[in-house]
């Protein structure tokens, strides 16, 4: 007698989305997989939104967004990305960002989200090219706390690098796992976390005066030719808001990116 043993396949999510912009117009776009990139304004916009058709991520999958611009460009993603619970392995995700001569980017994506049990590792790398700058945002919410979830076990390796010339400006990784869920010197039951860093000093008076949103904790800073601003908030909600006035500041009054929920300052 033969037992045969059920070998379960579960199909990988993988996607690839490299866009190109010219000093005036999209010079490529290429997608593969659940990678998808739009421009709102059409091939002469400025602004670049990506998304994953799959809907989120898991042990296995694989997403990588890639741009490069001469001039300057905003960039964003259509909506949170998501990661979800991991049964073997982490999800990976790549994030590639080139700012020709003289250029500026501000790289915008909305929050990614981690839920219970979630595995990702992901690296943002951002080439400038001499004369270049940019504004990197990124936000992280555990779980869905209108869901009434809550986040007991994660890992999660985030890696952000800002280079010119190949010489690194800024270099911050993040880990994350059920140790650093509590405690005073980790993120003290705090369940949104955000860091802003811009390639310029700015005038630290009026952006401290925005750190003011109540259940956010804030702190900025400018040296070396950066400025940087960290925060933490209990929920994603306050965090948004936090976000939205610091943006306000650095990006001059400009509005946020179309797909953004919350269109400015509160």
């Known amino acids: 007698m ?3 043993q059920a070998i379960e396949t579960m199909q990988r999510a993988r996607g690839e989305a490299l866009v190109r912009l010219g000093p005036e117009r999209l010079m490529r776009l290429r997608t593969e997989g659940s990678a998808k990139a739009i421009l709102p304004g059409g091939h002469m916009g400025r602004e670049v939104v990506f998304l994953n058709t799959a809907g989120g991520l898991t ?19 259509q909506t949170a990305e998501r990661a979800y619970r ?10 590639r960002l ?26 943002t790398v951002i080439e400038l090219a001499p004369g270049a700058g940019c504004l990197a945002l990124e936000a992280v919410v555990l779980g869905r706390a209108a869901m009434g979830e809550t986040v007991r076990d994660i890992r999660f390796r985030d890696r952000r690098e800002i280079r010119r010339q190949g010489v690194p400006l ?32 700015v005038a630290l008076t009026p952006l401290r005066a925005v750190l003011d949103e109540p259940g956010v904790a804030a702190g900025s800073s400018a040296f070396a ?16 808001r936090q976000i939205a006035r610091v943006l306000h500041i650095l ?6 990116p179309r797909v953004w929920q919350h269109q400015g300052p509160p």
């Open 2 to 4: 033969t037992a045969l």
């Open 59 to 77: 042990s296995g999958d694989y997403l990588c967004f890639g741009l490069e611009i001469a001039g300057r460009a905003v960039a964003t993603t």
């Open 86 to 95: 991991a049964n073997y392995g982490p999800a990976r995700m790549d994030v």
């Open 98 to 123: 080139s700012v020709g001569p003289g250029g500026w980017l501000d790289w915008l994506p909305q929050e990614t989200i981690l839920f219970d049990r979630a595995a990702l590792d992901r690296r």
């Open 170 to 201: 800024w270099l911050d990784p993040l880990a994350i796992d059920a140790s650093a869920l509590s405690g005073a010197a980790t993120l003290n039951a705090a369940r949104a976390l955000a860091s802003i860093v811009i390639t310029e000093e």
């Open 225 to 240: 030719g950066r400025t940087v601003v960290r925060l933490l908030a209990a929920d994603g909600l306050p965090l948004r």
């Open 251 to 256: 990006r001059r009054g400009q509005p946020l």
